[in-house]
DNA sequence: TAGATTGTTAATCGATTAACAATC
DNA sequence: TAGATTGTTAATCGATTAACAATC
């Protein structure tokens, strides 16, 4: 049962899973909850709820065999199914992200770019295109796209997500500082830098005193 | 006592932050945790107490004042303060967050980035500098830095990280996808792009069947 | 005054942790 | 067998929500 997980697990798995990768093939075969507790500073039987969400292959006194928790994580997470992504608006951040072929790695794979900014299209070093915006529609649908991403200026963002839903668009991945008003069905995760400064400068206020 | 903040009351404030400067002067002048809770799909009494955190100039009838609320979570987030903060790893993405001057309005200055290659050394279009990390230590101390950045690849990044911290940062935005080891008053934020995809894929799972 | 809205106290819910039996 | 480690059931903790008195 796969289903119910909670977003708190979902958040560590992926955590887990690139430590593992990150093991060196020669190291330990297996690996212990309370192993994995200590590296990430979690309480133990935490780890182990979280790993039997995706996993019951653990064996009292040997723990966890690390190349098939590996795939078990990997399959879980669906980094093995890949999922095709465009992304609108294609300034610095934009291109950054279409450039990083580092997606590739956790099952994403983004298509291409698109702007309205005629001087901005044509093709990155890396080969991918950006293509002006009145094609969006056309190719979403045709490749049957469900992801996108949007990197457009705050004032543009909400118009940008419309658009995006409206050729079938399911999960948004949100970098524009804004909420966005979407149907219950439509996932949307904000990727808020506001936040993140947030919480360090929160951090900075109370130690540095 | 703006000490025991829950950090998920503090990951909301951020939120309310944007939305309430993006209304247009214009309009009210007055917003009410209802007209707030509707807007973020969230509870209103949930909006009532993460506001009293901050605030405790709300009126019953009326709600709270747009403009004093503004300042009171600016202040309490510490975007008035602005913080000096360094980035070592100028690759695309370290340039990309060099570039952009939008973290300013979150009271984030980012002073220079560092990088072993000496390729990568010189100035951003924007004029700000890109420095060789045996410089590091020198300018991070001078100027008092507290805040690091890390846009290294995974290899280097808990290397990185312990020369950040010898040097006086105690907060860090690791943007490499691994895990850290720090001293326990060392703040790390991992800007997680992998869980943000786990996410997503996640939704896509259960939704496109 | 009546009604909308705040702030607070108590109840609920969910996630983390503790305790422990099962087992390799 | 003894000990380490798993998986599960019960207890605890913290955050969300419900109920309600205070007040503009």
């Known amino acids: 049962m796969?289903?119910?997980?909670?977003?708190?697990?979902?958040?560590?798995?992926?955590?887990y899973l690139q430590?593992?990768?990150?093991l060196p093939k020669s190291s330990t075969d297996n690996i212990s909850s309370t192993m994995l507790a200590g590296t990430f500073c979690l309480g133990?039987?935490?780890?182990?709820?979280?790993?039997?969400?995706?996993?019951?292959a653990g064996k009292p006194k040997i723990g966890y065999n690390v190349s098939s928790l590996i795939l078990e994580l990997e399959n879980f997470l669906g980094y093995n199914n890949v999922n095709d992504a465009v992304i609108?608006?294609?300034?610095?951040?934009?291109?950054?992200?279409l450039g990083f072929n580092g997606f590739r790695q956790y099952g994403l794979n983004i298509v291409a770019a698109f702007?309205?900014?005629?001087n901005k299209l044509g093709k990155t070093p890396e080969g991918k295109s950006i293509i002006t915006v009145s094609e969006f529609s056309n190719i979403c649908s045709r490749l049957?796209?469900?992801?996108g991403i949007i990197t457009v200026p705050t004032e543009s963002a909400q118009a940008v997500c419309n658009q995006m839903i409206e050729n079938g668009i399911l999960a948004?991945?949100?970098?524009?500082?804004?909420?966005?008003?979407?149907?219950?069905?439509i996932l949307v995760h904000n990727?808020?830098?506001?936040?993140?400064?947030?919480?360090l400068s929160n951090h900075l206020k109370e130690n540095t005193k």
Chains 1, 2 share one sequence.
């Open 19 to 22: 430590y593992l990768k990150s």
């Open 44 to 56: 133990e039987v935490q780890v182990r709820k979280d790993l039997a969400s995706v996993s019951n």
């Open 191 to 199: 990727e808020n830098m506001a936040l993140s400064l947030a919480l």
């Open 2 to 15: 796969q289903k119910g997980i909670s977003k708190s697990t979902l958040s560590r798995l992926p955590v």
């Open 115 to 118: 702007d309205v900014d005629e």
């Open 172 to 185: 948004i991945w949100n970098f524009a500082p804004t909420h966005l008003d979407v149907p219950p069905n």
């Open 144 to 147: 049957k796209i469900h992801i």
């Open 88 to 97: 609108i608006g294609a300034g610095r951040l934009g291109k950054a992200l």
